[in-house]
């Protein structure tokens, strides 16, 4: 079993780099932005808290991104393992997932750092935002967006890299040399993990 975190900062590719690694390595995804933008569209009280920070381009506050969390989270997920889309994105939230894990006898196998350069982020979003319609991928919210990522989430990356659980992939190139390039650290992860059961 093998639980990964995808991480980086808005359009780098986390969603679409998510849904190679189930295909190869049959993990079950937890997209915390698909489950708020599913409660803000059925309107729920959960959604309109969420459509109040989302929309700014802000971050939803630690303590109810746990919650949501810790409510997906069940034993048959974890048994065929996890890879965490948009979460955590504060240490607060790092400490806590550890917590989650560790209660349910397990942890984090890797953090995935998908790096990209800030201009490519923007081009990106904006491009998304005209073909998706998402709300949140106007100029202004993006770059709005980018600054909280990098006040708020970048420590992050520190955080991980102290545990030894960073991994940092160009999220710059293309689609398929990023997903090779993420395949091999897991494949190198799993068997690594496979070693030590024998």
Known sequence: MVNI????A???GKGTQSEFIIERHGL???STGEVLRDEIAKESELGKIADGYISK???????????ILDKLIDDKILRKGVIFDGFPRTI??????????NN?????SAVIGLEVPENLLVERLVKRGKESGRSDDNEETIINRIQVYHNNTAPLMDYYKQEGLYFPIDGG???EAISDEINGVLTEILEKEANALV
């Open 57 to 67: 381009g802000h971050l939803i506050p630690d303590e109810l991104m746990i919650d």
């Open 104 to 108: 349910r006898g397990t942890d984090i």
């Open 10 to 12: 808005p359009g780098s």
């Open 173 to 175: 190139t293309t689609i």
């Open 28 to 30: 079950h995804h937890i």
């Open 92 to 101: 607060n939230q790092a400490k806590a997932l550890k917590a989650m894990l």
């Open 5 to 8: 975190v995808i991480f980086g």
